[in-house]
């Protein structure tokens, strides 16, 4: 069974720091883009973040550009999202996500290309 778990999330006051994990079980994503989303009550998905299959390719959205770093160890099939100085309206629900396909790397903003999630962990800044 492939599974995505992502772990990390937590509540922490606005500059703070939080680094979220993806571990993928089941299968390997080592050879495929994978991304974070976030979702916050009343508002659709939105990309946070991608990294291609070698870590060489990185895309931020631009609300965290410069507090975010995405990175992956592919020989812990793991995923890593390092959040610094963070904001109020950083508060949501953080998902990964995993392509298990050749995909155009331009389809990596948007959700529906992906085809393996994760449950969400939940992050909240306190102001």
């Known amino acids: 069974q492939v599974q995505l778990v992502e772990s990390g999330g937590g509540l922490v006051q606005a500059g703070g720091s939080l680094r979220l994990s993806c571990a993928a079980s089941g299968r390997t994503f080592n050879n495929y883009a994978m991304g974070w989303f976030r979702q916050a009550p009343g508002k659709e998905r939105e990309f946070v973040a991608a990294?291609?299959?070698?870590?060489?390719?990185?895309n931020y959205a631009d609300s965290v550009k410069g507090r975010f770093t995405i990175s992956r160890d592919n020989a812990k099939n793991t995923m890593y999202l390092q959040m610094n100085s963070l904001k109020p309206e950083d508060t949501a629900v953080y998902y990964c996500a995993a392509h298990s396909r050749p995909v155009d790397y331009s389809g990596i903003y948007s959700p529906s290309t992906y085809d393996f999630w994760g449950q969400g962990t939940q992050v909240t800044v306190s102001s």
């Open positions: 990294i291609s299959w070698r870590g060489v390719n990185k």
